[in-house]
């Protein structure tokens, strides 16, 4: 059998490294002998800390929470890390959007698998986040002393949306222009704030004025509402959702834990 | 050696010549955490060359510059100066590319016809038409670019091979002897 890993018999280069000041100082604490041990590991760790020190054995039954929150946050940091990366080829401007849409899918190289990522991971999360928010309300987790977590999660699910259907106008072909023109068109429909909207007199909405005016920063879909989609998409939304999640997390754990069966 | 869990079964799995149950979920395990890394492998590689672009944008570093009758003698064209910061410039001895990039600092030189010089609007080196330092702080004289003559006789420069005045006087590829009388095209 292999050698017992850890304990009095490390030796050599390894326990050097372990005992050096640099390593003491990113790691408090060393390898964990026993359940206090692993106890602090997950305490003192900043990635880990995320996770309960403890977890009910009832809480780890997957089909109860299709670990649908999960895969939500999960598919959150793979839309991070391939969309920072298709922001190295893509320029938001109405002559090369396109062109660097299609760059990214036919010259620069692993282009098309990060932008299939971005794309896969978008639609999925949509779909993730619904069904998570399903499988809360038939296990019951948005009563006492969750709701305001429930408020949370809706907020949450209103930034999924947005972010996709921002990102839907950046590759700026005819499909992504349409569906901005007819989705930003559903705005002026609104009553009182949009100019087509009923009651629309009452605040003095025109197409100059209006809800949709200020959402493409223009009478159409152009140069002006490209910017905005892309900055919205990249920036603004992302941090309201980073925010908002950090909140959600840490409701979770202060409401109790993860919801579990009884 | 140890009886695992698994008990009578596993014993009699073993006795098959099979795996216990524990074995195969350790190999389980082990080609999982393998692939994993694998994974991250080609991920981390694939990322990687993401980062460098099979194509770019900016102007080609070789370029073909027109036919040397078009260049008069003793002229410095500015002709590709905006497109590739180069000048051409013909001389009684033949055609020559110098780069428009001080020596100094790296600004961009002016060609002062009148003066016949060329002079950096950053710290005030002046240069003659060769390249030559005649004044200020740049260290050493303008760099050059390769020109070539191609078969159909149009000149191709490569703003990629580049040389200073000692290594271009002694590489032919720097310098294009233009024969006789400057013909007259037409």
Not at chain 1, 69 to 95: E, K, Q, R
Not at chain 1, 138 to 167: A, D, H, Q
Not at chain 2, 154 to 172: M, S, T
Request: with cysteine.
């Amino acid at each position: 059998m292999k050698a017992p890993a850890g304990g009095e018999t490390e030796r050599g280069v390894w326990k050097r490294i372990r005992d050096s000041q640099m390593w003491k100082s990113v790691f408090r604490i060393g390898l964990p002998k026993d359940t206090r041990g692993r106890l602090q590991v997950v305490l003192h760790n900043f990635f880990l800390h995320l996770h309960p020190v403890r977890v009910a054995k009832s809480g780890i039954r997957m089909t109860y929470t299709f670990c649908l929150g999960g895969i939500s946050a999960f598919l959150f940091i793979v839309l991070t890390v391939t969309g920072v990366f298709l922001m190295f080829y893509y320029v938001p401007d109405t002559g090369r959007a396109y062109a660097d849409m299609k760059d990214i899918g036919f010259v620069v190289p692993f282009g098309r698998v990060m932008r299939a990522m971005h794309r896969w991971a978008a639609h999925l999360m949509v779909v993730t986040v619904i069904l998570h928010m399903a499988r809360v309300f038939l296990t019951g987790s948005y009563k006492p002393p969750r709701e305001f977590n429930w408020v949370i999660g809706v907020c949450l699910l209103v930034l999924t949306l947005l972010l996709s259907f921002t990102g839907y106008l950046l590759p700026w072909d005819q499909l992504a222009y349409w569906a901005i023109t007819v989705g930003t068109n559903m705005a002026a429909a609104v009553p009182v704030f949009g100019h087509d909207g009923p009651l629309h007199q009452l605040a003095g909405m025109t197409v100059e004025n209006d809800v949709r005016f200020v959402l493409l920063g223009d009478v159409e879909v152009g140069a002006t509402a490209l910017i905005r989609f892309y900055v919205l998409h990249c920036v603004g939304l992302p941090l309201a959702a980073l925010v908002l999640m950090a909140v959600h997390f840490w409701r979770v754990r202060k409401d109790g834990g993860i919801s579990r069966p009884l | 050696m140890s009886v695992g869990p698994g008990g009578e079964q596993g014993s009699a799995a073993r006795d098959a010549g099979g795996l216990t149950r524990r074995a195969f979920g350790a190999r389980l395990l082990a080609a999982g955490w393998w692939s994993l890394a694998a994974a991250g492998l080609v991920g981390a590689w694939s990322t990687f060359r993401f980062f460098v672009p099979r194509t770019v944008y900016s102007a080609p570093t070789r370029f073909l510059a027109g036919r040397p009758e078009e260049y008069s003698t003793g002229e410095v064209s500015t002709r590709f100066l905006e497109s590739q910061r180069v000048w051409l410039v013909r001389s009684e001895a033949g055609i020559y590319a110098l780069l428009a990039r001080c020596t100094h600092l790296g600004c961009r030189p002016n060609w002062i016809a009148e003066e016949g010089r060329f002079k950096c609007p950053c710290h005030g080196s002046n240069f003659d038409s060769e390249g030559k330092v005649l004044a200020g702080p740049a260290p050493k004289p303008l760099m050059r670019a390769a020109v070539y003559l191609t078969e159909k006789g149009e000149l191709l420069v490569d703003r990629g091979h580049v040389a200073d005045w000692a290594e271009a006087a002694r590489d032919p590829d720097f310098l294009v002897q233009v024969p006789g009388v400057p013909a007259n095209p037409g």
